[in-house]
């Protein structure tokens, strides 16, 4: 049972402007049309777990991206349109009780996305493994990967790659005691 973090980030520490916008990933040169590992990373997961605000993003793309069930956190009724009633399943819990229903429901290896869910996985040590991928950008403002916590987290490093010349991939293992 392992959920992951798989994300970009500015060299600052950014995943999004304050207005959400995602440009500087799209301004990225990718002249061989590289997924940069995603397709693998994505083949272990069952299940994703994201915030409202990342599902209002992705929702807002021309085509639903997923193939696994996607579980949105909302203490409130996002609007889910027609075509996506049977993908995704929106879900007012904290992040234990959210990761008890998945392995309840089977679900092993689970992708957990967006800023703020991401932080409350991490304040509720809920987080195993980060991939995190870092854009030669310094934003300067925006929404943060990170924030305070109430402990250290240890993690140990096991891998780092340069794609294209331009991104870091580092890969790390939350070590606990
Ligand atoms: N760079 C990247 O690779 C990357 C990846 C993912 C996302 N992003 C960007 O990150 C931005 C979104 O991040 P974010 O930090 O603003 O928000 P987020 O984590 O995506 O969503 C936050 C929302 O999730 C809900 N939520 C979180 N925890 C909850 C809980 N325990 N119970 C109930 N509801 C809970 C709340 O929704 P309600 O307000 O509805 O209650 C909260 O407002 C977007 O712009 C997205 O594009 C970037």
Not at 69 to 90: C, E
Not at 104 to 113: A, R
Not at 122 to 140: F, H, N, S, Y
């Amino acid at each position: 049972m392992t959920n992951y973090v798989y994300i970009a980030t500015s060299l600052d520490g950014f995943i999004a402007t304050n207005e959400g916008h995602l440009d500087w990933l799209d301004e990225i040169p990718n002249p061989e049309k590289s997924d940069y590992g995603y397709a693998e990373f994505m083949a272990a997961i069952d299940a994703l777990v994201m915030g409202r605000k990342t599902f209002d993003k992705v929702r807002s793309f021309d085509l639903w991206p997923y193939d696994k069930p996607v579980y949105v956190l909302s203490s409130g009724k996002p609007d889910v349109p027609d075509g996506l009633q049977d993908k995704i399943k929106v879900v007012n819990q904290s992040p234990r009780e959210v990761v008890d229903r998945l392995h309840g429901l089977g679900y092993q290896n689970l992708y957990i996305d967006g800023g703020r869910t991401i932080q409350e996985f991490l304040q509720a040590d809920l987080i195993d493994e980060m991939i995190i991928t870092r854009v030669p950008v310094l934003l300067g403002n925006g929404i943060p990967l990170f924030s305070k916590l109430s402990q250290r987290l240890y993690f140990s490093h096991e891998k780092t790659e340069i794609l294209n010349g331009i991104l870091v991939k580092s890969h790390y293992v939350r070590l606990r005691e």
